[in-house]
């Protein structure tokens, strides 16, 4: 038995599947598996692998096996809701970098950076809907995102104990005509400032930013993408004595 069919048994033996996990299911959806992999010789291990674990989860349907034919296998995964109520998603690993470096000795070597993405919604916008509607709209967001087909509308900075970091608020307008914002990293502007507070001072944060408190330090503006943006820079004191800088910016009136 190979390395790869193994690693797929192993799944099926702690897959949560929502019919028996024994029985003639379990033994026609390890038949498939088996034959998915024949099938797919030119992918790699670890892809095949994935690839084939997520269908085995997909395919089951109220006690019965589906077929993979007109299934919708959602890029983004329902995880949940967490303490605040906002309602989580996730995305299994992706590769997003793939190819071949030279180190300074002349040796090569395979690199492959892989990642996962994790988005919280509220659930105003999800219980007007339904989960199934909200994954297809952040799988619409992403096209928008690629296409860079957004609009910036807010700028939020955060600043504790000398470390930075930079959100940017995106409106997406979705082919239906419905607009959403999206709050998303700014990876050129992370100087670590996000991973210093704890979720507890982040909630703490945000109700207080909601709440009009914080000491206004001053205002400045800024050039971004060629819209002047003006922030309101303001400091907080959270309960443990953490300070924060934050700055929220918005685009400037004409």
Same mark, same amino acid.
């Given at each position: 038995?190979?390395?790869?069919?193994?690693?797929?048994? @192993?799944?099926?033996?702690?897959?949560? =599947?929502? @019919?028996?996990?024994?029985?003639?299911?379990?033994?026609?959806?390890?038949?498939? *598996?088996? !034959?998915?992999?024949?099938?797919?010789?030119?992918?790699?291990?670890?892809?095949?692998?994935?690839?084939?674990?997520?269908?085995?989860?997909?395919?089951?349907?109220?006690?019965?096996?589906?077929?993979?034919?007109?299934? !919708?296998?959602?890029?983004?995964?329902?995880?949940?809701?967490?303490?605040?109520?906002?309602?989580?998603?996730?995305?299994?690993?992706?590769?997003?970098?793939?190819?071949?470096?030279?180190?300074?000795?002349?040796?090569?070597?395979?690199? @492959?950076?892989?990642?996962?993405?994790?988005?919280?919604?509220?659930?105003?916008?999800?219980?007007?809907?339904?989960?199934?509607? /909200?994954?297809?709209?952040?799988?619409?967001?992403?096209?928008?995102?690629?296409?860079?087909?957004?609009?910036?509308?807010?700028?939020?900075?955060?600043?504790?104990?000398?470390?930075?970091?930079?959100?940017?608020?995106?409106?997406?307008?979705?082919?239906?005509?419905?607009? =959403?914002?999206? $709050?998303?990293?700014?990876?050129?502007?992370?100087?670590?400032?996000?991973? *210093?507070?704890?979720?507890? @001072?982040?909630?703490?944060?945000?109700?207080?930013?909601? /709440?009009?408190?914080?000491?206004?330090? $001053?205002?400045?503006?800024?050039?971004?993408?060629?819209?002047?943006? *003006?922030?309101?820079?303001?400091?907080?004191? =959270?309960?443990? $004595?953490?300070? *924060? =800088?934050?700055?929220?910016?918005?685009?400037?009136?004409?």
């Amino acid at each position: 038995m190979s390395k790869n069919t193994k690693r797929i048994e @192993q799944y099926l033996e702690h897959a949560r =599947l929502t @019919q028996p996990e024994n029985g003639p299911h379990r033994a026609e959806l390890r038949r498939e *598996v088996l !034959r998915e992999i024949e099938r797919n010789q030119t992918m790699s291990a670890r892809n095949r692998a994935w690839r084939v674990g997520l269908a085995i989860a997909a395919v089951v349907c109220g006690g019965a096996i589906a077929t993979a034919v007109g299934v !919708r296998i959602y890029r983004y995964q329902f995880q949940g809701q967490d303490d605040e109520g906002r309602y989580v998603f996730e995305t299994g690993p992706e590769v997003v970098y793939e190819g071949v470096e030279t180190d300074p000795n002349g040796a090569e070597r395979h690199v @492959q950076v892989v990642t996962s993405r994790t988005v919280t919604m509220s659930p105003d916008h999800v219980e007007e809907s339904s989960v199934e509607q /909200a994954q297809l709209d952040l799988e619409e967001i992403d096209r928008l995102r690629e296409q860079d087909d957004r609009d910036l509308m807010r700028i939020i900075d955060t600043e504790v104990a000398g470390q930075s970091s930079r959100t940017l608020v995106h409106r997406y307008t979705l082919s239906d005509g419905r607009a =959403l914002q999206m $709050g998303e990293n700014d990876r050129e502007n992370n100087g670590g400032g996000a991973r *210093v507070l704890d979720s507890s @001072q982040w909630k703490e944060l945000h109700d207080l930013a909601k /709440a009009g408190d914080g000491e206004l330090v $001053g205002t400045y503006e800024e050039q971004i993408d060629g819209v002047t943006f *003006v922030f309101e820079k303001k400091r907080f004191t =959270l309960v443990d $004595g953490t300070e *924060v =800088l934050r700055s929220k910016g918005v685009p400037k009136d004409d």
